[in-house]
């Protein structure tokens, strides 16, 4: 667990270094040069630094241990991390749109500067390998936070690619004389707020979920309820609930057992349960088994008859 987060919080740290680094670049290069859609991108990258500092907050939270307060641990913090992420590419990308828009009611803007394009190839490498180390160590130490950041990374990545496609192409207009061209840069910008936007909301819309206490689907609860079958006592599972808490699983399960054992005798099979599942399935860390009386159908049906 503890190498868990020492992963996470290094990668974290590197994305902080070098978006800082990237948003100071395309911040004074888009200024010198004269591109709308560079300084746009400069401020996705401003973006991906304060995202970065948020998912650093929230690993170091939902490292801790459960507590009194928390008796299903800090795993959520992962998930407020991942939300104050997708905010912030909201706004971000509402403000590119909005700066971007302005273009088309002022003056012809003009081409930038070739030095803009220097700066826009080396943001797209450099943001795709940042993308591709995050994103596999995020599916490798299960970390939805870090995936978070992982898409900040590649949506800072696509709208490069789409700067650049209008940096170049308002530097073409300007050389050949197609006036119309030049207006390809603030487009670019446009269509940058647009990606922006996008990812921010469905980063949102996932950790909202999680957050709401939405239970997993139950084609991904089969394996759980087929361990749990397995188990010497029961017989019969009467519901298995399982919902995401951070980068873990918090499993609530009722198992019907013979009505004629003891308290001790059920309570074994309890544990039984618990001990398969946290055992059997790497993701679950939480376990709560509450013991029912097995009754058959036929049971049931005289137990109504009787009431």
């Known amino acids: 667990m503890e190498s868990r987060f020492k992963e996470a919080e290094f990668a ?3 994305g902080i270094i070098v978006n800082g680094l990237l948003a100071l670049m395309k911040g004074v290069i888009g200024w010198l040069s004269g591109s709308r859609a560079l300084i746009a991108d400069a401020a996705h990258s401003a973006s991906d630094v304060a995202g970065s500092i948020a998912v650093l907050a929230g690993l170091r939270t939902a490292k801790k241990p459960p ?3 928390h008796p299903y641990g800090h795993g959520k913090a992962e998930n407020v991390a991942t939300i104050i992420v997708a905010i912030l590419l909201i706004v971000v990308g509402v403000e590119i749109a909005i700066s971007s828009t302005k273009v088309f009611v002022g003056e012809m803007p003009s081409a930038p500067k070739g030095i803009a394009l220097v700066a826009i190839i080396a943001s797209i490498i450099i943001k795709e390998v940042l993308f591709q180390y995050k994103y596999r160590l995020a599916k490798k130490i299960n970390s939805s936070a870090l995936l978070a950041e ?11 690619i789409a700067a650049f496609i209008g940096v170049f192409g308002a530097m073409v207009g300007q050389h050949f004389n197609y006036p119309i061209l030049v207006y390809l840069d603030p487009v670019a910008g446009l269509i940058v707020s647009l990606i922006v936007i996008k990812i921010g909301f469905s980063l949102a819309k996932e950790s909202s979920s999680i957050m709401m206490e939405q239970v997993l689907d139950p084609e991904k609860t089969k394996p ?4 749990v079958s397995k188990i ?3 017989k019969r599972i009467d519901e298995l609930l399982a ?7 918090v499993v609530d399960i009722k198992v019907g057992v013979d009505p004629n054992l003891s308290v001790e ?6 544990k039984r349960v618990k001990k398969a599942l946290l055992a059997n399935h790497n993701h679950i860390k939480r376990v709560f088994v509450h013991i029912n009386p ?3 159908e036929g049971d049931l049906n005289r137990q109504e008859r009787i009431n």
Do not use: K, M, N, P
């Not at 992982?150 to 490069?160: E, G, I, M, P, V």
């Not at 919902?243 to 699983?249: Q, V």
């Open 232 to 234: 010497e006592g029961v």
């Open 67 to 69: 507590d009194a307060d």
């Open 294 to 296: 097995y009754q058959t």
């Open 243 to 249: 919902r995401t808490h951070g980068h873990y699983i």
């Open 150 to 160: 992982a898409w900040h990374h590649r949506s800072d990545a696509l709208s490069s």
């Open 265 to 270: 005798e059920g309570h074994r099979i309890s």
């Open 12 to 14: 974290t740290w590197v």
């Open 224 to 227: 759980f309820i087929r361990t």
